[in-house]
């Protein structure tokens, strides 16, 4: 089955820092790839996502890349701002089944 | 628009007793989905519904745990009797028909359990 690996567990950076968070899967049929916010006590809340066609795709601050090469996509997250304070999970998918990473704890400090 | 709604929110429980859990989809969503949430993980699934079908229950410990999706809407789960290492949040979540192109899945709020 698929395997989703997240790196960092956690990271730390400063207001209006980037942060990238990686993650890498394992099957080749994966096809769809969101990534999911959730803060502390709430709901898992889908802030971006990319289909294996596109390579990157961009939503204002925040901004996703694919390679299906070597299986492995990234978030990208600019000029963040203390609301972006969150656990992020990213995911993979082959045939609607969704497979999470373990998650980042991204803090970010004012 | 309502989202997930789930219900209890929390829920403690001594060991050996049932437990069972509420979840009302979104309207119109044909799939549902039952996560298990631990401490500092991402979820994982245990079951999913296409309408009152389970069609990928494969990780859902069925010497203990159960579901069931009568009317193809509300959702419960079950858990009989309770261990210790179930504490944990479990989440349902809804989208539109899995058939076709990958569908959103919409998360509800959880229900935090916690098995002394």
């Known amino acids: 089955g698929e395997n989703v690996e997240q790196h960092p567990s956690t990271l730390s950076v400063q207001e209006g820092d980037s942060a990238v968070i990686k993650c890498t899967y394992s099957d080749s049929a994966s096809n769809y790839f969101p990534w999911y916010k959730q803060e502390l006590g709430k709901r898992p809340q889908l802030i971006i996502d990319?289909?294996?066609?596109?390579g990157e795709k961009k939503d204002q601050r925040i901004a996703v890349t694919l390679n299906k090469t070597a299986k492995h996509f990234s978030l990208h997250i600019t000029e963040t701002q203390p609301e972006d304070s969150a656990v992020y999970f990213c995911a993979s998918t082959g045939f609607q089944k969704l497979v999470f990473g373990t998650g980042t704890r991204l803090l970010v400090s004012p | 628009e309502a989202g997930v709604v789930q219900s209890p929110r929390y829920k403690i429980i001594e060991k050996k007793q049932p437990v069972a859990f509420w979840c009302n989809p979104i309207?119109?969503?044909?799939?549902l989905y039952w996560y298990l949430q631990n401490l500092g993980q991402g979820p994982e699934l245990l079951i999913r519904?296409?309408?009152?079908?389970?069609?990928?229950d494969s990780q859902l410990p069925k010497d203990r745990f159960s579901a069931e999706r009568l009317k193809g809407v509300d959702s419960t789960l079950k858990i009989q009797p309770a261990e210790l290492g179930d504490s944990a949040v479990y989440l349902c979540?809804?989208?539109?028909?899995?058939?076709?192109?990958?569908?959103?899945?919409?998360f509800g709020p959880g229900t935090r359990l916690t098995v002394l």
């Open positions: 990319i289909r294996s066609n596109v």
């Open positions: 309207s119109g969503h044909n799939t």
């Open positions: 979540a809804s989208s539109l028909v899995a058939t076709g192109p990958y569908n959103e899945q919409f």
């Open positions: 519904y296409e309408n009152e079908e389970a069609v990928d």
